[in-house]
């Protein structure tokens, strides 16, 4: 008897197949109704359409055929379609609605990055600062949240403490200022180094509230610092933010680029860009002028050829980087000459060039320049003082 798959594995080649519209994989969306494989290697499946003549079902067709077709010992694949019952599209809805932000929230914010990389301590906070601070020195208007909700570490490297943000009139949390870039982070609402513990709905509920309670106002740029790896937080994200766009970080080497690949499997099961790679740690040049791989070389550039994207910058090890990252001012504002930090800038000029071409002015959102910005720490004139606030968790 030859070998076939088995529905499970089926399933988890099922789970590449995103329903376009709702940008979700028809998996997690429990639309494969079933899956039959006969032991000469034909696979029939069933996919539950949410109305009859649902307009997309030759994608599904395609892409359902492509996915189990690619697995080894499939020798046909025959795709059928059934359609939801009420009962079955009320759950779907149900799923949809918690998934999902309401209509309006980040109505403003024109582009959302999300910095991710798939192992730690490659660079992702470092970078994410210090090109919000480039993104806003060529004049955008910039946002940074930081999604590491275990291990933050955007409010030290902008010397923010552990300063709570202001609530407007409105009731939304106002980030906190530093540098031009309005930034956002749990660290704001937690005692300083606390460990937080999340569980999973708390996790969910924390991150929608930091898109949908926190006013962003408008900005050219939102950037989130993902935390490492591709667990929950980036998962949650991915789904909250189908428009996003995702920066994979790596260094030179081959295994971190091969850790980071994950990473851009896990934006594209989900549908999402890739705008580029970054490499870090690109190197070290001494006094004397002398040139260290001391992390390899080429990893970035291989990731970016292999996922066809642009390799947007490489950015060099120098000791000034970490020690502002330490001391809490972005160097690209603080050394504009350091190597790292004219790397930065080059890579903020790569996104700029890389992003879609900004609308017409007529439709531009309008933006108060930052005038009715509080400065950090400070309750806005004319906004009741904070009453509590469902975000802190810890
Ligand atoms: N190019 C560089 N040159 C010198 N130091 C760097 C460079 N990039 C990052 N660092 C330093 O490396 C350390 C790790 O960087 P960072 O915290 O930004 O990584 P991360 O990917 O965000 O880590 P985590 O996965 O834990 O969130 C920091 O001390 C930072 O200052
Ligand atoms: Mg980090």
């Known amino acids: 008897m030859t070998p076939v798959p088995s529905t499970e594995e089926i399933r988890t080649a099922l789970e590449a197949v995103i329903d376009p519209e709702l940008h979700r994989s028809i998996v997690e969306l429990d639309m494969v109704r079933s899956i039959d494989v006969s032991a000469n290697g034909v696979v029939d499946v069933t996919v539950s359409l949410t109305t009859p003549g649902c307009p997309i079902k030759d994608h599904f067709q395609t892409a359902v055929s492509q996915a189990v077709s690619a697995l080894e010992d499939v020798t046909h694949v025959n795709v059928y379609f059934d359609v939801?019952?009420?009962?079955?599209?009320?759950?779907?809805?149900?799923?949809?609605?918690?998934?999902?932000?309401?209509?309006?929230?980040?109505?403003?914010?024109?582009?959302?990055?999300?910095?991710?990389?798939?192992?730690?301590?490659?660079?992702?906070?470092?970078?994410?600062?210090?090109l919000a601070a480039?993104?806003?020195?060529?004049?955008?208007?910039?946002?940074?949240?930081?999604?590491?909700?275990w291990g933050y570490s955007i409010p030290r490297m902008y010397g923010l403490g552990a300063t709570r943000p202001p609530v407007s009139a409105e009731r939304k949390i106002i980030p906190l200022d530093a540098y031009g870039v309005k930034v956002m982070s749990i660290g704001f609402f937690v005692e300083e180094d606390a460990a937080v513990v999340w569980r999973g709905p708390m996790l969910h509920k924390a991150l929608t509230q930091f898109l949908q309670d926190v006013d962003w106002g408008a900005l050219d740029y939102l950037l989130i610092d993902l935390p490492p790896g591709t667990g929950d937080v980036s998962m949650t994200l991915a789904q909250l933010l189908?428009?996003?766009?995702?920066?994979?970080?790596?260094?030179?080497?081959?295994?971190?680029?091969?850790?980071?690949?994950?990473?851009?499997?896990?934006?594209e099961k989900f549908s999402l860009e890739i705008a580029g790679v970054v490499e870090n740690m690109s190197g070290f040049r001494a006094p004397s002028g002398e040139h260290y791989a001391i992390f390899g070389t080429g990893g970035g550039g291989e990731l970016a050829e292999e996922l066809n994207v642009p390799l947007l910058g490489?950015?060099?090890?120098?000791?000034?980087?970490?020690?502002?990252?330490?001391g809490g001012a972005p160097l690209v504002l603080e050394q504009p000459d350091?190597?790292?930090?004219?790397?930065?800038?080059?890579?903020?000029?790569?996104?700029?060039?890389?992003?879609?071409?900004?609308?017409?002015?007529?439709?531009?959102?309008?933006?108060?320049?930052?005038?009715?910005q509080p400065a950090a720490g400070?309750?806005?004139?004319?906004?009741?003082?904070?009453?509590?606030?469902?975000?802190?968790m810890a």
Do not use: W
């Open 242 to 267: 189908p428009q996003s766009r995702f920066l994979i970080v790596t260094t030179p080497q081959a295994t971190a680029q091969k850790v980071a690949r994950r990473a851009a499997q896990m934006a």
């Open 84 to 130: 939801l019952d009420d009962a079955q599209r009320a759950a779907l809805q149900q799923k949809l609605g918690r998934g999902s932000l309401p209509q309006g929230t980040l109505a403003r914010v024109r582009n959302v990055i999300c910095v991710g990389s798939g192992k730690g301590g490659v660079g992702k906070s470092t970078l994410t600062a210090n």
């Open 134 to 149: 480039a993104l806003a020195g060529e004049g955008k208007h910039v946002g940074v949240l930081d999604a590491d909700v």
């Open 314 to 326: 490489r950015v060099p090890l120098t000791m000034p980087l970490r020690e502002h990252s330490d």
């Open 338 to 372: 350091d190597p790292a930090a004219q790397a930065i800038q080059q890579l903020a000029r790569g996104v700029i060039a890389t992003s879609p071409p900004e609308p017409e002015l007529e439709t531009l959102p309008l933006y108060d320049g930052g005038a009715s």
């Open 378 to 392: 400070e309750v806005p004139t004319g906004a009741r003082k904070p009453a509590g606030m469902s975000l802190p």
